[in-house]
């Protein structure tokens, strides 16, 4: 187990164990913050550091040992890169801790402007701000996904989400549409960055007369959206639909994966309802990575074309169950994590499609936040240029909640 707290720097050849070609790779794992107060980021997929990689975003709270109440704000901190210093440029009260406030660098000024949730009069808004001047607008929809471009955000309203998955969701909100399993005035927004104009482009209403044709068992089900994505060039994005369904006596949550031009148009259903669908990635604009249960078997690592059920289980023998998964910029190395089950820790795990090779990075004790609603979660995220990996873990001293990077030198 690697300790945590200290640096730790280790060259391997990564992909021995697997038995492939000469690859060496080395790195080194090291806690960026410290305490008493806890740091997180809260999401995978998305980047914390800026366009010259000096900085990184993140979440700072005093307390970890309970969901946020409507009146604890989290601090938005800037963190240097080097040494781990942070700066409060902000706060939010629209935050929690898997998702955090969906922290994102602004991509058409990524060294000077956040873009980030929070709560104004009972709403959840988008707040633009200078992290240099503290300057800030605000646009009156929260975001979910930001476009690689900059033009497009998605939108998701965040009081069905705290309704039916608290976890997720923002305290201070209300459901607009309480009674209704599938409002037909609800959905994915697309929203316009610059104008900030906002129009209903999927309609929860609209996927649920596509899935109740195959399942009318969810007639009566509530249904909602989470976890928008845009692909690598900013034409398609997926989303998760998710119901709460009874299985023998038991709350199950289940969900499908569609696809969508951002107009809402040729909506696809990519990995059909009730497989179990969890975590995901775009690797470039056609190919997704998702985990499901794949061919009866347990959750699988699944890498498949949009569009197309051409599903291949990547990592058979490695990867196994579930995990957070994202693609460094090259589209070929792949992290994710897991839970270690009896052992209370969590591992990251480094794969390369190219080889099929992969290496165990670190395993993290978590003690109590192993799992439930206050877990965390390493959700690893990659810089910029694919040589860093950061996570959010526990330092074993304090047991606070860090930042962690895992720096890759690849030889």
């Not at 009972?122 to 240099?132: F, K, S, Y």
């Not at 459901?175 to 316009?192: A, K, M, R, V």
């Not at 009730?274 to 959750?299: C, D, L, P, Q, Y």
Request: hydrophobic letters at 40%; aromatic letters at 10%; a neutral charge.
């Amino acid at each position: 187990m690697v300790g945590i707290g200290r640096l730790i720097l280790l060259v391997l050849v990564a992909v021995t164990a697997l038995g492939y070609g000469p690859q060496r790779l080395g790195f080194r794992i090291r806690t960026l913050t410290s305490g008493p107060r806890h740091h997180f980021f809260g999401y995978y997929g998305i980047t914390p550091w800026n366009r010259s990689g000096t900085k990184l975003l993140c979440l700072e709270t005093d307390f970890q040992d309970h969901l946020p109440n409507p009146e604890e704000a989290a601090s938005i901190c800037l963190v240097d890169g080097a040494t781990g210093v942070t700066r409060v440029i902000g706060s939010t009260h629209a935050w929690n801790f898997q998702q955090g406030a969906m922290l994102h660098w602004n991509p058409l000024n990524p060294d000077d402007e956040i873009l980030f949730n929070e709560r104004r009069e009972g709403q959840i808004v988008t707040a633009v701000l200078d992290v240099n001047t503290g300057h800030r607008r605000v646009i009156s929809r929260a975001i979910n996904a930001v476009s690689h471009n900059g033009r497009y955000a998605l939108g998701l309203t965040y009081g069905r989400l705290t309704r039916m998955r608290p976890v997720v969701g923002y305290v201070g909100v209300t459901d607009p549409n309480p009674e209704d399993p599938h409002p037909d005035n609800d959905g994915i927004f697309l929203i316009d960055l610059k104008t900030g104009a906002s129009n209903l482009v999927v309609s929860i209403s609209a996927v649920y007369r596509q899935l109740v044709q195959k399942h009318p068992e969810l007639r009566d089900r509530h249904m909602w959206f989470n976890h928008t994505v845009f692909n690598k060039d900013d034409t398609r994005f997926f989303f998760l639909a998710r119901c709460w369904t009874e299985e023998n006596a038991r709350r199950r949550l289940e969900s499908a994966m569609f696809t969508a031009n951002l107009d809402g148009s040729d909506l696809r259903e990519v990995v059909p309802f009730g497989r179990g669908v969890s975590h995901f990635e775009w690797r470039n604009a056609r190919e997704i990575m998702a985990t499901f249960r794949f061919e009866g078997k347990e959750m699988r690592h699944v890498l498949f074309t949009d569009g197309l059920a051409d599903y291949k289980s990547i990592g058979e023998g490695f990867i196994q169950g579930d995990g957070h998964c994202s693609f460094a910029p090259d589209g070929n190395w792949l992290v994710t994590d897991r839970n270690d089950g009896g052992a209370q820790s969590k591992s990251l795990l480094i794969f390369d499609l190219k080889s099929g090779a992969g290496l165990l990075l670190g395993s993290f004790p978590m003690q109590q936040y192993l799992g439930g609603d206050l877990r965390c979660d390493l959700h690893p995220r990659w810089n910029r240029t694919g040589t860093a990996i950061c996570f959010d873990a526990l330092e074993t001293d304090a047991w606070t909640r860090q930042l962690h990077v895992a720096e890759l030198v690849f030889r």
